[in-house]
């Protein structure tokens, strides 16, 4: 009996399970080979429960390889996968393993059910009706190559097990340590994205769990934009959080400044004509009373604080365009990305110049193949991630098991 190895039982490695094993038995060679998944923790797939707070942003209506990091090599790879018609790929072997969603804002694609177990009971029963394997409790550490061309591959477990595998996928996510793998296999630094950001303190303490709707622009030191998200921001007494602000942690870097248009329906000179005319309409209010109806007390003194007004001083005609800089961009200098256990996805991992798009094997490791945040690639929220982990991983099972197939076959006829 052969064995195909998924060592990690999350998004990815259970696509890669049900792809190989479904190959194998269209190859006909599935009574000769088993597919295996490797699984850490005492359960699979707990990573998916946990997604899209819960309910799972599985994918999204529009994947553009352009989403991605590294899009030249994720187009490869969604192009591998087979057609379906006019559905696309994924979103058709999900269909045939019973799920049904729904789409929301931006495309976002979420189980009807509404709940991420939804997604994973697909994925659990389609793993018994193929026949695979789980071997939990088993967390690999190393995995040496075979003695021999055509041997087998050798998986270490930490309890001092070892198995023996004709074919092998690393679905093992960001947290992958380089030294999982056999010899020097290119490999980017990690460190966690898609997460909240850490600021300057001072400006977001006082409104620490307040949300306002705005579009923020994250600028470099020399104070030129490189990236926009309009959204929901959530303050947080160590910075801001929320889709928009886990989007440009991607790119963000400490030294950059986040910038806040409050008011992001009015350009600065009609910003300021309003401002002015609410003046007149209100007789010499304060900053504060100012503010009444356009922002909310804590936010509004926030501002007025950075613009240096007082909230409680009167509020002079020439302190329009000054408020009026300081609404369109509240600015908060960046300190960092929150720590990885706020974050969605780890950047870096298994550099990808390393790996035939076509099938995820890794170049001169025939054999071995690897999928989802293993490597190095990520994109913003909205089910990209996991549309993702699921594509490369039906890519890789599926290649496995056509190499198992064809040495199998060779074996046959020598
Ligand atoms: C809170 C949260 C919410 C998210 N929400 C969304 C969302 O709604 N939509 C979206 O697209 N993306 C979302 N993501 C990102 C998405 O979950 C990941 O991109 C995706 O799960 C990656 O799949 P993976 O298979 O590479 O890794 P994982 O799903 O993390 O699976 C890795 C598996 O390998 C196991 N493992 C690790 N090391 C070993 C080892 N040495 N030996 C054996 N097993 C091992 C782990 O226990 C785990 O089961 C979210 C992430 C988080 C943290």
Known sequence: M????????GASGLAAAVSAARTLASLGTAARTEVVVFEADERVGRSILATGNGRCNFSNACVSADAYRNASFVAGVLGALAPCGSADPVHA?????????????????????????????????????????????????????????????HVRFEDGSIA???ALVVATGGRTPRGLLPDALPFQPQHPVLGPL??????????????????????GPDGAPRASEAGEILFRDYGVSGIAVFNLSRIARPGDALLLDLVPQLDERACERELRARRVRLGAPTGEELLVGM????VARAVLGQAGLRPDAPFADGDASVLAGALKGFALAVRGVGDARQ???TRGGFDVSAFDAR????RGLSGLFAAGEALDVDAPCGGYNLHWAWASGIVAGRAAANAVGRREGEGRRA
């Open 93 to 153: 072997f999900f269909a045939d393993l019973g799920l049904l969603w729904r789409e929301e804002g931006d495309g976002r694609l979420y189980p009807l059910a509404n709940k991420a177990s939804s997604v994973l009971d697909v994925l659990r029963g389609a793993l018994a009706r193929e026949g695979v394997r789980a071997q939990l409790g088993h967390r690999a550490t190393r995995i040496d190559r075979p003695g021999q061309p055509g041997g087998r591959y």
């Open 359 to 362: 099938t995820m094997e890794a």
């Open 295 to 298: 922002l909310l007390p804590q």
């Open 198 to 219: 850490r600021t300057e303190t001072a400006p977001v303490k006082p409104l620490n769990n307040i949300r306002v709707r705005c579009v923020a622009t994250l600028a």
């Open 343 to 345: 974050c969605q996805v």
């Open 164 to 166: 023996h595998a004709r």
């Open 2 to 9: 052969e064995t195909i190895a998924i060592i990690g039982g």
